[in-house]
């Protein structure tokens, strides 16, 4: 059975739900109104932006395109990634260290599906492609802010027991291990819940779109152990090269702790 078709009055009701939420902001003082409409607003130009890219990009047999559509991906995931934290580090360094990260992980986690249990015909074709290291690039890019921000806030605030560590003798590294294992707990905290809840709380989307699709439900469920399984083996990735490479650009070769690096 066919997934029904969305229609412009189905979209006009889903605009009177977006301004509801709104309005009840308003109404409790919770003061996000105007963040809810222009992320509903920029939400549906991205899509139906995206929408009409892919529908091009899908029709012609070019990895050029492809890979394209996916760096334009990963440029806007290094920027959220790196645009949520309350302390940073210089705009070079900050940005480098989300991108790298992102890209990593994402780009072993890929590469791992489609070179095992998924295997697209033809390889790395953009149908397969792009959904499928978008997903992932979303979710690792996920990971590597929560790291960034964890790690940030944990250093500047411990300052003085990572320093007196540092005068103990301790590796840089290792005097940052506490932080580091902090950073990468919260990381997969989302990813954790997501794997634990999905089949008794919640059918995750890509589960759901594969049923709504006419897919069987046992292929569904094994396509997403798949894929939840590629996930969270990105998003440690990812989130294990950005703790490591920040708290590399937070110190030097002497072992000194270098917050001013960071602001």
């Known amino acids: 059975m066919a997934p029904a078709l969305i229609t412009p009055f189905d979209l006009a009701i889903a605009a009177c739900l977006i301004l509801a939420c709104a309005l009840a902001s308003q109404i409790l003082a919770l003061k996000t109104g105007r963040s809810i409409v222009i992320a509903a607003l920029r939400m549906s130009v991205q899509l139906l932006l995206i929408g009409n890219v892919l529908l091009f990009v899908f029709g012609q047999t070019s990895l050029f395109l492809t890979f394209a559509v996916l760096a334009v991906i990963l440029c806007a995931g290094t920027f959220e990634a790196g645009n949520r934290q309350t302390s940073r580090m210089t705009p070079r360094w900050h940005y480098g260290i989300a991108g790298a990260s992102i890209l990593f992980g994402a780009a072993l986690a890929t590469s791992m599906g489609f070179l095992t249990s ?146």
């Open 118 to 263: 998924l295997r697209p015909h033809p390889l790395f074709a953009a149908r397969a492609t792009i959904p499928m290291a978008g997903l992932i690039i979303g979710n690792v890019m996920n990971a590597t802010s929560l790291t960034l921000n964890s790690l940030l806030t944990s250093v500047t605030r411990d300052r003085s027991a990572i320093e007196a560590r540092i005068l103990l003798g301790a590796t840089r590294l290792k005097a940052l291990e506490d932080p580091i294992r902090k950073a990468l707990r919260t990381a997969l905290i989302p990813t954790l819940n997501q794997m634990s809840a999905a089949g008794l709380v919640t059918l995750p989307g890509i589960m759901t779109g594969q049923l709504l699709a006419g897919m069987s439900p046992v292929a569904a469920s094994r396509y997403q152990i798949v894929l939840m399984s590629l996930v969270i083996f990105g998003n440690l990735a990812g989130a294990t090269l950005a703790a490591v490479l920040t708290c590399l650009h937070l110190t030097d070769e002497r072992g000194r702790l270098r917050l001013e690096r960071a602001r």
